[in-house]
């Protein structure tokens, strides 16, 4: 199947600082690619969704200011999370749809955030 | 509003069968998932239903009643790598991933 990488897979940063994690589809472009966010024993919480080329959509409650996203390509996304704070340690995970369905979806490995 | 529901945990006995079941209530279907998720890691694809019936796939199968609104994953053979959270996961009429919140399944010796 379709491969999605993820980098870092994991970062710890300071209060205040801002962390970028990018998303990549390595074999594959993806016009489509979701960002999600999974406290532990949690399931998983859609972020925004982010087209190639365009501007993301963001999901309700969800900051666009704080958690910025650009699709420069068709095989990366970029996800920065802005003046992190504790309460926003989490695991990110990206996915990527490679065709128009979501059954074409694969997921990243997922980064874990810790701030301190 | 929409809503999946699907047990919280589950045990098992290595060797036997579990059945993970799975109702929704969503605005307009487009589709069933399934995923497997270790902990600490990304979900992993076990089976896509869009169609009533039984998906069988090695030691997984999957089954929807969209008149019901019900599916359920079906693992036999349990081994100890089975132990991971099974996530149902339904598109609704606007192409949108609705998720349930997991089913943490434990599988004993």
């Known amino acids: 199947g379709a491969v999605v990488s993820q980098h870092p897979s994991r970062v710890i940063c300071k209060s205040g600082t801002s962390v970028k994690i990018e998303c990549r589809s390595l074999d594959f472009q993806a016009t489509t690619m979701f960002w999600y966010r999974q406290f532990p024993k949690q399931s998983l919480m859609l972020m925004a969704t982010?087209?190639?080329?365009?501007?993301?959509?963001?999901e309700q409650g969800v900051e666009k200011d704080k958690f910025l996203i650009n699709h420069a390509s068709l095989t990366l996304s970029t996800l920065t999370v802005t003046s992190a704070h504790p309460e926003d340690s989490s695991f990110y995970i990206c996915?990527?749809?490679?065709?128009?369905?979501?059954?074409?979806?694969?997921f990243g490995p997922g980064t874990r955030l810790t701030v301190l | 509003g929409q809503n999946i529901d699907q047990p919280t945990e589950m045990t098992a006995t290595e060797g036997a069968i579990v059945q993970i079941n799975c109702t929704y209530q969503?605005?307009?279907?487009?589709?069933l998932f399934w995923y497997q998720q270790h902990a600490g890691e990304a979900p992993t694809f076990l089976s896509y239903n869009v169609l009533d019936g039984l998906e069988e796939k090695g030691r997984f199968s999957s089954f929807l009643s969209r008149s019901k609104g019900y599916s359920y994953l079906l693992l036999k053979e349990l081994q100890m790598k089975d132990s991971a959270s099974y996530l149902c996961a339904v598109v609704d009429s606007n192409y949108q991933l609705i998720w349930g919140a997991g089913t943490k399944l434990i599988i004993k010796p």
């Open positions: 969503t605005s307009g279907f487009n589709g």
């Open positions: 982010s087209n190639e080329g365009s501007k993301a959509t963001y």
């Open positions: 996915s990527a749809l490679q065709g128009d369905h979501h059954n074409e979806q694969f």
